[in-house]
């Protein structure tokens, strides 16, 4: 089974990456990942995308697309595995649609004011790195370390970043559903029922 997974920063996709990974044995392959390991290990891709990041802009498509695309050459045809953060624009889709056949792309909605509050309440351990909400806990409730909460998290930074999203993600929509690929879920629900409906989806009979 190979697959896309959409969704908005909050969305809870992290946890749902992590019990798709758990229930269908999927790699998780992540366009974060892929561009570490190239610029830890200076590949010339990296280096390439360095010179962008290191100027403060993009790194351009071209790049990314050679990145990804050197990744999924190293599975084998009967490999499954889930994409994170690739694509991110129709013109990445398409060069995935040469790449690969997929299996579904699946949409975690959610709507953006909880995502807001969700995400302006999340805070995490200084000593573990546990992520928790300070709706629930005043300390760590892995080891009562402090909690603080990331700078990308506070409410403004938030709206931009789903401003962002939607800007990127709605062209993509359109271009999954039209090929019959896009399966949306409610992702506003606790995560084990959010996991029960992609089950469902992906017709699985031993939910």
């Known amino acids: 089974m190979r697959l896309v997974l959409l969704g908005a920063p909050g969305a809870g ?6 019990l798709i990974k758990e229930r269908y044995g999927l790699a998780h392959v992540s366009t974060g990942d892929i561009f570490r390991e190239n610029l830890k290990n200076s590949t010339p891709l990296g280096l390439e995308a360095k010179k962008y990041m290191d100027a403060g802009q993009l790194v ?16 084998a045809d009967d490999e499954g595995f889930m994409l994170d953060g690739f694509p991110r ?5 398409e060069f995935l649609d040469g790449k690969t056949k997929l299996d579904g792309v699946i949409l975690f909605n959610v709507d953006d004011e909880a995502i807001v509050r969700r995400l302006s309440s999340r805070a995490v351990c200084k000593d573990c790195g546990n992520v928790t909400t300070r709706l ?15 700078d990308d998290d506070n409410e403004t930074t938030v709206r931009s970043r789903l ?6 993600t709605e062209p993509l929509i359109k271009f999954y559903r039209d090929k019959d690929l896009l399966l949306e879920v409610d992702a506003g629900q606790k995560p084990e029922e959010v996991f029960a409906c992609v089950a469902e989806l992906l017709n699985d009979d031993k939910n």
């Open 89 to 93: 624009t129709v013109a990445q889709a």
């Open 163 to 168: 401003k962002v999203f939607h800007e990127q």
């Open 60 to 75: 351009p498509d071209e790049t990314v697309m050679k990145m990804v695309g050197e990744k999924l050459a190293e599975f």
């Open 13 to 18: 996709k992290g946890t749902q990456d992590a």
């Open 136 to 150: 629930e806990h005043d300390k760590c409730p892995s080891c009562g370390g402090e909690l603080y909460t990331r």
